[in-house]
Nanobody, 115 residues
Framework: QVQLVESGGGLVQPGGSLRLSCVAS????????MDWYRQAPGNQREHVARIHGDGWTNYLDSVKGRFTISREKMENIMYLQMNSLKPEDTAVYYC?????????WGQGTQVTVSS
């Protein structure tokens, strides 16, 4: 079993920044791949960013150059630094990992970008 806890969401004005955190705990070793997803009201959940244990990353096109995914070395802790936020970034952001045969999701953290 893996437990995922996100934090760091909130209300921010357009152009502002937020930093999300995700801590994975449970009976695991180091989780190689960790992801951020988001879901806006009325939309499907979409993949935002991925990071591998070797540091490889990839991003949703619309967040490239504005968001940065990172993780603590040899820890199951992941971050999403979000800069130059836009109203269309408003969503619930979820941490996701795969461990063994199962998918695990956090409870989500709300990010609202509004003036």
């Amino acid at each position: 079993q893996v437990q995922l806890v996100e934090s760091g969401g909130g209300l921010v004005q357009p152009g502002g920044s937020l930093r999300l955190s995700c801590v994975a705990s449970g009976n695991t070793g180091i989780i190689y791949t960790m992801d951020w997803y988001r879901q806006a009201p009325g939309n499907q959940r979409e993949h935002v960013a991925r990071i591998h244990g070797d540091g490889w990353t990839n991003y949703l096109d619309s967040v490239k150059g504005r968001f940065t995914i990172s993780r603590e070395k040899m820890e199951n802790i992941m971050y999403l630094q979000m800069n130059s936020l836009k109203p269309e970034d408003t969503a619930v952001y979820y941490c996701h990992v795969v461990w063994g045969p199962s998918d695990y999701w956090g409870q989500g953290t709300q990010v609202t970008v509004s003036s």
